[in-house]
C-alpha cells in the first residue's frame, strides 16, 4: 500500500465540479470554523453535513471523477475527525469511499471497458479506508458473500501471501499495518448509526465473533497486548458498541423524546437538555440486575469471569428517549409533546465539547465520549449476551487475570443497560455520557448536583414531532430555515409531523397520499431552495 495523500496543494481549477467535491468543500469549511470558534452552534451544523438518514436525502449531479485533491480531502477530514473524536465524520468518509466504489463499478460496466473498475486516486487513501475500499470493491463486484467474509478473506490472504512472498522484515511491517488498518476499519465502522444506510455493517453475532476472532490473531502476530492503551480503549469500545447496536436484531425503530408543554417552551430559548446522573433516575434498582446476574455463577461459562467488581469507575450522566410512538402512559409520565429522531444522531448532540491540553498549554477541541444503546428488560436475554461477550473476549491471547480485568472494566457499559421487566413498556434508548476529571467542557452546567445542562439545537430540530406541541410554528421555521441552508433534493413534507422523508419523492411513486410516519394526509412536495 502506498503512502497517503495529504497533498492539498493542486486543487483543480475547476473544483468543485460535483456535489461530492461541494459538500466535501463544505464540511472542511464547517470543519475550520468548529476548531475556530467550538461552539454548539458550530458542531451542529458540521453535524447536519455528514448526517443523512434517507438514502437519496444527498445530490449526486455533476461530473463523476476522482482526483488526487479529492482523496487528499478525505484523507485530511480523516484525520481531523480521529483528533477530534468525531466518529460521525469518519463514517461518513466510509460512506463515501463506498459509494464512489460503487458507482465507479457502474461506470466500468456501462463503458464497457473503457473506464477502469479500479479507482488509481484511492492508492492514496488512508490506510483503513484504503482496505474498505479494496474489501468493499471484492464485496460489491464478485457478489460473492457477506461483507464480513470478503473482508476476513482479504486481511487473511494478504497475510498469507506476504508470509510465503516477502522477507521478514517486509512481513512484519506489512503485518503491523494491516492490523492497525483492520482494527481501525472495526472500530470506525462499530458507530454507524442507521441500519437504513449501512446494512452490510450490522453484523450478526456469528459474524461479530469471527471479526474479533481475527483482530485476536492480527493483535497476537504483531505483539500488540490487548490490556495495553490505546488498543485496550479501541478494542473495549468497538466491542460493545457491535454487541449493544446487535440488541433485537438492530431494532430499525424510531427514537423519541418525551417532555412537558413547559418544557417545550422553554426548550426554544434555553437551547438545553437536562441529563440526569445514573443515582437520580426513576428507577430505585438501577444498575443493580447485571451484579446480581453475577451471583448466580453456575450460568458463566468461563471460570475466569467471576468476582467482578462492579463499583462505578467515572461519573455517568443519561438521557433516556424511547422507541414507543405515541404511548398514552409514556405521554402521561413524561409528558405529551413527542421529539422524533429517525437514527442515532443524538451520539453527536449529546456530546459535549471538550479541550486536550497539548505539551505547549494549547488546546484543541473534542468531542465527549457517549455510548447508545436499547436497555433490555430480560435477564436470560442478559445472561446469554454476557456469554457471548465472554467468548469474545476469550478469543485473545491474554492472561485469566487479563480476561477477568477486561471483563470488569467493559461491564461498566452493561450494568447500564439492563433493568427490571417491569420497565419494558417504556423500551429506552439510553445515551449515556461518560464525564473525565482531566479535561475542561464547554456549555454545559454542572452546578445543579442532579442533573446536568447541555447546549443543544435538538429540540428546535427534530426530524418530526408528535401530539399538540405549543413550539411547533418555531420548529417548522426551523425546518424550513434548514431546507434553504443545506438540503439539495426535494422531499415530501408532513404539514402535521414535519417529517421530511427524501426517498419516498426518488421513489417516483406518482400517487403519495399520506406521511410515513403519522398517516397525516396533509403533505406536500417542497423543493430544494435555488
Given at each position: 500500500m502506498?503512502?497517503d495523500n495529504?497533498?492539498?496543494d ?5 473544483w468543485?465540479?460535483?456535489a ?8 472542511y ?7 475556530e470558534e467550538?461552539?454548539y452552534k458550530?458542531?451542529?451544523?458540521l453535524?447536519?453535513?455528514?448526517s443523512?438518514y ?5 445530490s449526486?449531479?455533476g461530473l463523476?471523477?476522482?482526483t488526487?485533491?479529492?482523496v ?9 475527525a480521529?483528533?477530534?473524536n468525531?466518529?460521525a465524520?469518519k463514517t ?6 463506498g459509494?464512489?466504489?460503487r ?6 460496466l456501462?463503458?464497457e471497458?473503457?473506464i477502469?473498475l479500479e479507482i488509481?486516486?484511492?492508492k492514496?487513501l488512508?490506510h483503513?479506508l ?6 468493499y470493491?471484492?464485496?460489491n ?5 457477506s ?6 478473506e482479504v486481511?487473511e490472504?494478504?497475510?498469507e501471501?506476504s ?8 512481513f512484519e ?8 488498518s483492520?482494527?481501525s476499519?472495526?472500530?470506525d465502522?462499530s ?5 437504513k ?7 450478526s453475532?456469528?459474524e461479530i465473533y ?5 483482530a485476536a490473531k492480527?493483535?497476537?502476530l ?7 492503551s490505546?488498543l485496550?480503549g479501541?478494542l473495549?469500545?468497538?466491542?460493545s ?7 433485537n436484531d438492530y431494532n430499525?425503530?424510531?427514537i423519541c ?9 422553554k426548550?426554544?430559548d434555553?437551547?438545553?437538555i437536562w441529563?440526569?446522573?445514573?443515582e437520580n ?6 444498575q ?7 451471583e ?15 463499583e462505578s ?11 414507543t410512538l405515541?404511548d398514552s402512559?409514556?405521554?402521561?409520565e413524561y409528558?405529551?409533546c ?6 442515532d444522531r443524538m451520539?453527536?448532540v ?17 468531542f465527549?465520549?457517549v455510548i447508545?444503546?436499547?436497555v ?6 442478559a ?16 492472561s485469566?487475570v487479563d ?14 443497560s439492563?433493568?427490571d421487566k417491569?420497565?419494558a413498556?417504556?423500551?429506552?434508548r439510553?445515551?449515556v455520557l ?5 479535561y475542561?467542557y ?8 442532579s442533573?446536568?445542562?447541555l ?6 430540530q427534530?426530524d ?6 405549543p ?14 441552508a443545506i438540503?439539495?433534493?426535494?422531499y415530501l413534507f ?5 417529517n421530511?422523508?427524501?426517498?419516498i419523492?426518488?421513489?417516483?411513486i406518482k ?8 398517516g ?9 431552495s435555488?
Amino acid at each position: 500500500m502506498e503512502i497517503d495523500n495529504f497533498d492539498m496543494d493542486n486543487k483543480p481549477n475547476e473544483w468543485p465540479a460535483n456535489a461530492i467535491e461541494c459538500q466535501l468543500d463544505n464540511i472542511y469549511t464547517q470543519l475550520t470554523s468548529f476548531k475556530e470558534e467550538s461552539c454548539y452552534k458550530n458542531k451542529e451544523v458540521l453535524l447536519s453535513l455528514i448526517s443523512d438518514y434517507d438514502l437519496n436525502q444527498s445530490s449526486m449531479l455533476g461530473l463523476v471523477r476522482t482526483t488526487d485533491y479529492e482523496v487528499a480531502l478525505i484523507n485530511t477530514l480523516f484525520f481531523e475527525a480521529m483528533f477530534l473524536n468525531l466518529s460521525a465524520l469518519k463514517t461518513y468518509l466510509y460512506e463515501l469511499v463506498g459509494h464512489k466504489t460503487r458507482m465507479q463499478k457502474m461506470a466500468s460496466l456501462v463503458s464497457e471497458g473503457d473506464i477502469s473498475l479500479e479507482i488509481e486516486e484511492f492508492k492514496g487513501l488512508f490506510h483503513s479506508l484504503k482496505l474498505y475500499h479494496i474489501t468493499y470493491q471484492q464485496f460489491n463486484v464478485e457478489k460473492n458473500g457477506s461483507y464480513t467474509e470478503n473482508l476476513v478473506e482479504v486481511v487473511e490472504e494478504f497475510i498469507e501471501f506476504s508470509k510465503e512472498n516477502d522477507p521478514e522484515n517486509i512481513f512484519e511491517k506489512n503485518i503491523e499495518m494491516i492490523t492497525k488498518s483492520y482494527i481501525s476499519l472495526l472500530n470506525d465502522i462499530s458507530y454507524f448509526r442507521c441500519i437504513k444506510r449501512n446494512k452490510i455493517w450490522a453484523f450478526s453475532r456469528n459474524e461479530i465473533y469471527k471479526l474479533f476472532n481475527l483482530a485476536a490473531k492480527l493483535s497476537k502476530l504483531n505483539g500488540d497486548s490487548p490490556v495495553v492503551s490505546p488498543l485496550k480503549g479501541v478494542l473495549m469500545t468497538s466491542i460493545s458498541n457491535y454487541i449493544l447496536k446487535s440488541r433485537n436484531d438492530y431494532n430499525k425503530d424510531y427514537i423519541c423524546k418525551y417532555i412537558s408543554s413547559e418544557v417545550a417552551k422553554k426548550s426554544i430559548d434555553n437551547h438545553e437538555i437536562w441529563m440526569s446522573k445514573i443515582e437520580n433516575l426513576n428507577d430505585e434498582r438501577e444498575q443493580r440486575v447485571v451484579p446480581e446476574l453475577f451471583e448466580e455463577a453456575e450460568w458463566i461459562n468461563h471460570s475466569w469471569a467471576n468476582n467482578i467488581n462492579f463499583e462505578s469507575k467515572r461519573e455517568y450522566y443519561v438521557s433516556s428517549f424511547s422507541k414507543t410512538l405515541n404511548d398514552s402512559i409514556m405521554k402521561k409520565e413524561y409528558g405529551a409533546c413527542i421529539y422524533g429522531y429517525k437514527d442515532d444522531r443524538m451520539v453527536e448532540v449529546l456530546s459535549p465539547i471538550m479541550y486536550r491540553y497539548k505539551k505547549d498549554d494549547t488546546k484543541s477541541p473534542a468531542f465527549s465520549q457517549v455510548i447508545a444503546f436499547d436497555v433490555i428488560y430480560d435477564r436470560e436475554e442478559a445472561k446469554k449476551e454476557i456469554k457471548f461477550l465472554c467468548d469474545v473476549i476469550d478469543c485473545f491471547d491474554i492472561s485469566d487475570v487479563d480476561k477477568n480485568s477486561f471483563l470488569e472494566e467493559i461491564l461498566q457499559y452493561w450494568i447500564l443497560s439492563v433493568k427490571d421487566k417491569k420497565w419494558a413498556y417504556e423500551r429506552e434508548r439510553r445515551y449515556v455520557l461518560f464525564m473525565y476529571d482531566d479535561y475542561d467542557y464547554k456549555e454545559i452546567d454542572t452546578k445543579n448536583p442532579s442533573f446536568l445542562k447541555l447546549k443543544t439545537s435538538l429540540f428546535i430540530q427534530p426530524d418530526f414531532i408528535l401530539g399538540e406541541n405549543p413550539v411547533k410554528p418555531f420548529i417548522r421555521k426551523m425546518v424550513e430555515n434548514k431546507r434553504k441552508a443545506i438540503y439539495t433534493k426535494p422531499y415530501l413534507f408532513c404539514n402535521n409531523c414535519l417529517n421530511r422523508d427524501f426517498d419516498i419523492v426518488a421513489g417516483g411513486i406518482k400517487e403519495i397520499n399520506s406521511c410515513t410516519v403519522c398517516g397525516s394526509q396533509n403533505i406536500s412536495l417542497k423543493k430544494p431552495s435555488k
